[in-house]
């Protein structure tokens, strides 16, 4: 098993090619296939057990839910070292790059290990300006499916240009997770694969038919566009980004982890 630094040190970027960034503006998706490499895949699936089975992830749900009575979690996603080294890597990053355009923020990640009966979650984007007023700055959610996606996983069902309206995050949930007109249903990725989302896509997961299958690994970090103030997710956010520069995470990013392109945060209601 390679080292972390090795990791890096071998880390080749990634040039986009003007239609598959054409792609990502007009549809608001773009796919790349077994992105991940299969040693940062080796090492990041056993931090996604421990996240799940030693009841880290469960925990972390709970100081989000209460944080007067739970607090700070005792580790985050990112206090893990493989997970630390994904919201970085500089191919993910390099990639970000080429879509945003300009410098952005790290927003929060998101891991789990998602079993084979998990509920479908239905129809709707995660842009944090919940109404889109404004939609000039880019937000992107990108999905890692660390052992992609097949007849054995539950799907992902993307709505082609729907980052172009202006509309609540649940103004499809009512619909859960029909099929609808101009859909794209991605059921077949290989391992490592990544998935680029606009955040103000509309998106699904689509459940399988039947209950047998296989745990669906899938990690997904989420990036802004610096230039205006976001909304966090997570109550302890200033904690959040402050571990992340004390673990020197992006040490020639600056701006990735800074607390100057974020609001207060606002429990929801």
């Known amino acids: 098993m390679t080292s972390n630094a090795s990791l890096l040190d071998h880390a080749t970027p990634v040039a986009l090619r003007s239609n598959q960034v054409q792609q990502f503006q007009e549809l608001g998706y773009l796919v790349l296939p077994g992105f991940l490499p299969q040693d940062l895949v080796d090492q990041i699936k056993p931090e996604v057990d421990r996240w799940v089975d030693d009841g880290l992830r469960a925990r972390s749900i709970d100081s989000v839910r209460n944080p007067e009575k739970f607090g700070v979690p005792p580790v985050m996603e990112l206090e893990l070292p493989v997970h630390g080294e994904l919201i970085t890597w500089s191919p993910l990053l390099g990639i970000l790059d080429q879509l945003i355009g300009a410098p952005y923020v790290f927003h929060h990640l998101h891991s789990d290990r998602q079993a084979p009966d998990v509920p479908g979650k239905p129809w709707h984007h995660d842009y944090e300006h919940s109404t889109q007023d404004d939609l000039s ?76 299958g296989k745990p669906r690994y899938f990690v997904d970090a989420s990036y802004c566009e610096v230039g205006r103030l976001w909304p966090p997710v997570k109550p302890y956010w200033r904690y959040m980004l402050r571990r992340a520069r004390e673990l020197n995470l992006a040490p020639d990013r600056p701006e990735l982890f800074a607390e100057r392109n974020f609001s207060e945060y606002v429990r929801p209601a």
């Open 137 to 212: 700055a880019t937000m992107i959610h990108a999905l890692h499916y660390l052992e992609g996606l097949d007849a054995e996983t539950s799907s992902l069902v993307v709505l082609p240009r729907s980052h172009r309206e202006r509309a609540d995050k649940a103004a499809r949930a009512h619909l859960n997770t029909d099929s609808l007109a101009g859909e794209v249903v991605l059921e077949e990725l290989p391992p490592g694969s990544t998935v680029v989302l606009h955040s103000a896509l509309f998106h699904a997961r689509r459940p399988r038919s039947d209950v047998s």
